[in-house]
Antibody
Framework: QLQLQESGPGLVKPSETLSLTCTVSGGSISSSSYYWGWIRQPPGKGLEWIGSIYYSGSTYYNPSLKSRVTISVDTSKNQFSLKLSSVTAADTAVYYC???????????WGQGTLVTVSS | AIRMTQSPSSFSASTGDRVTITCRASQGISSYLAWYQQKPGKAPKLLIYAASTLQSGVPSRFSGSGSGTDFTLTISCLQSEDFATYYCQQYYSYPGTFGPGTKVDIK
């Protein structure tokens, strides 16, 4: 059974960089059939797709966040990562990692991790 | 980006009810629509994609319909485990965008 698990600091200071890693188990991140993405959800609010990466390193970023986002992949560790720079309180959210095929329909999700931006 | 709206934003229902949730896209998206269910403190769960295709393992009481700009999610006989928030998502054009959600709670 495929499992995804987010990890990283739960508290980040304003203007700093948020860094999260998603570890994939029960399947290979190098599958040619799937992409690996990040989605976030501010407390009590809706879902926002941040971006995705293919095992080859090809990326897509949401234009609303593109200037601040970097997603990378480490196939040797079966992990992919998110960096979001210059964070503000508006970036406080539960961050999910998820899998999707070529169409961004997210069929497997991590449990999510709350990241709070505060000094 | 394509804007998604849902109605109602929330409502109360009873076990056994037939319930329908509506999702509307700001422009035509063909059938590139997915539905997710989210329970408090949990990740969303994919229910339906391509507007009407049931994801593997999802009970048949869930169904989806529509194309173009107007879509519906129907639960034919509401069960206790169905009380949750439901989101639609378009993936016709990037970035895929989600609706604001419809919360179904117990009457």
């Amino acid at each position: 059974q495929l499992q995804l698990q987010e990890s990283g600091p739960g508290l980040v200071k304003p203007s700093e960089t948020l860094s999260l890693t998603c570890t994939v188990s029960g399947g290979s991140i190098s599958s040619s059939s799937y992409y690996w993405g990040w989605i976030r959800q501010p407390p009590g609010k809706g879902l926002e797709w941040i971006g995705s990466i293919y095992y080859s390193g090809s990326t897509y970023y949401n234009p609303s966040l593109k200037s601040r986002v970097t997603i990378s992949v480490d196939t040797s560790k079966n992990q992919f990562s998110l960096k979001l720079s210059s964070v503000t309180a508006a970036d406080t959210a539960v961050y999910y990692c998820a899998r999707h095929p070529r169409d961004p329909v997210f069929d497997y999700w991590g449990q999510g991790t709350l990241v709070t931006v505060s000094s | 980006a394509i804007r998604m709206t849902q109605s109602p934003s929330s409502f109360s229902a009873s076990t056994g009810d037939r319930v329908t949730i509506t999702c509307r896209a700001s422009q035509g998206i063909s059938s590139y629509l997915a539905w997710y269910q989210q329970k408090p403190g949990k990740a969303p769960k994919l229910l339906i994609y391509a507007a009407s295709t049931l994801q593997s393992g999802v009970p048949s009481r869930f169904s989806g319909s529509g194309s173009g700009t107007d879509f519906t999610l129907t639960i034919s006989c509401l069960q206790s485990e169905d009380f949750a928030t439901y989101y639609c998502q378009q993936y016709y054009s990037y970035p895929g965008t989600f609706g604001p959600g419809t919360k179904v709670d117990i009457k």
